[in-house]
């Protein structure tokens, strides 16, 4: 019989983890922190990583912040550097990281990457309009960025003798979105974009393709895809959202951890090249 609580323990181990300072990344970066893993948060954004690692280590926990541009062979050449010569190895890539059209109410409205288009959002912008350049950076960090960082992070672990690889793919990796949830009477339309669905249903092939490729050298990758994350989304959302989970509602930010301690861990030593679906069911129907 296995010690259970051994089997998530994470001591002596090294996680990277980019995106890190996103809304679901600052939760995996705090769990793997307190499973006993030192955690590198990898971010562009400085201010919420430093602020991220300071909270960690005041709490007894190890980690460093490292600015990264996943789309940047050098940048995530540097950001497995810093990993190892902080901690001296590298266990585990967590890749977080990605561009994601947001509908909650911090984001309506704002022109983000649509600014400078004559469109109040990117999200306003029909598939038919759909700008070539948007689409390729999109591509470049939800999926290049990926390739980028497993990449990087195999040497280490091939050195080592082993590691471990968790890909945040989604629900529309899996399922086309439904526009109509994204529509509300007397507002201009908008839609999720292609480039999402199409590069998180790429994070699954390449999971895959990786997760055979280091048959036998014991390196083990598996993705992680989450249903719709709560995030203060309007009350038409939610409701529109909710009708399509079996559960009834969307998740809370902090339920896709459990998940992503148990792929990273010796829980699921047994599992690679696997997809496991945190969505309330939402796939099911």
């Excluded at 950076?137 to 390739?147: E, K, M, R, S």
């Excluded at 038409?236 to 009834?248: H, I, N, Q, T």
Aim: aromatic share 8%; glycine share 10%; charged share 20%.
């Amino acid at each position: 019989m296995h010690d259970l609580p051994k089997l998530f323990d994470l001591t002596g181990r090294v996680a990277v983890v980019t995106g890190g300072a996103g809304l679901l990344g600052a939760e995996f970066c705090r769990t793997l922190a307190q499973a006993g893993a030192a955690v590198v948060i990898a971010d562009l954004n400085e201010s919420a990583t430093a602020t991220l690692a300071e909270a960690i280590c005041q709490e007894g926990q190890r980690a460093l912040e490292v600015k990264v541009d996943v789309t940047s062979p050098e940048s995530v050449q540097r950001m497995v550097e810093a990993a190892l010569e902080a901690f001296g190895r590298l266990d585990i890539l967590v890749n977080s990281a990605a561009l994601d059209p947001k509908f909650d109410p911090e984001h309506q409205g704002r022109g983000d990457k649509g600014e400078g288009r004559g469109v109040s959002s990117p999200n306003s912008l029909t598939f038919e309009d759909y700008p070539l350049d948007l689409w390729d950076q999109a591509l470049a960090v939800n999926l290049t960025g990926a390739f980028l960082c497993c990449q990087a992070a195999a040497r280490p672990m091939l050195e080592q003798g082993n590691g471990v690889m968790v890909n945040l793919s989604s629900i529309y990796g899996l399922a086309a979105p439904d526009q109509r949830m994204y529509q509300h009477p007397g507002q201009p339309p908008q839609y999720k974009p292609a480039y999402y669905p199409v590069t998180k249903a790429g994070i699954l092939g390449l999971t895959q393709y990786l997760a055979a490729y280091y048959a036998g050298k014991n390196i083990r990758v598996n993705a992680l895809s989450p249903g719709g994350v709560y995030n203060g989304h309007d009350d038409e959302f939610v409701k529109a959202y909710s009708a399509r989970a079996v559960l009834g509602r969307m998740a809370e930010k902090d339920e896709m951890n459990g998940a992503l301690l148990f792929l990273v861990s010796d829980a699921s030593k047994y599992m690679t090249g696997a997809n496991l679906v945190v969505d309330g069911g939402w796939t099911t129907w």
